[in-house]
Nanobody, 119 residues
Framework: QVQLVESGGGLVQPGGSLRLSCVTS????????MGWYRQAPGKQRELVAT???????NYADSVKGRFTISRDNAKNTVNLQMNSLKPEDTAVYYC?????????????WGQGTQVTVSS
């Protein structure tokens, strides 16, 4: 079993920055995609950014140019640098990872960390 633990959330003013980190533990397989999703009150969970083991990244249009995802394959960690934060970025941010074992895909989620952007 793989556990994901996020850290780095908090309260920040509009225009500010935060850095989220996600560390893995347990029976870490060869993780494929790692990334971040978020869920605001009353809304569905949405993709923020992902990165493959090969370093290919994908960003939601709403965060392009402001957020940067990075990954350390040796440590199985993933970070999200968030700059120029806006009130609409307020949400619970979840770390995500998946792994393939043969034809079976395993998906893992962290418990979430709150990000609040407000003056």
């Amino acid at each position: 079993q793989v556990q994901l633990v996020e850290s780095g959330g908090g309260l920040v003013q509009p225009g500010g920055s935060l850095r989220l980190s996600c560390v893995t533990s347990g029976s870490v397989l060869s993780l494929n995609v790692m990334g971040w999703y978020r869920q605001a009150p009353g809304k569905q969970r949405e993709l923020v950014a992902t990165v493959t083991s090969g370093g290919n990244t994908n960003y939601a249009d709403s965060v392009k140019g402001r957020f940067t995802i990075s990954r350390d394959n040796a440590k199985n960690t993933v970070n999200l640098q968030m700059n120029s934060l806006k009130p609409e970025d307020t949400a619970v941010y979840y770390c995500y990872a998946d792994a393939w074992v043969g034809v079976k895909k395993y998906i893992y989620w962290g418990q979430g960390t709150q990000v609040t952007v407000s003056s």
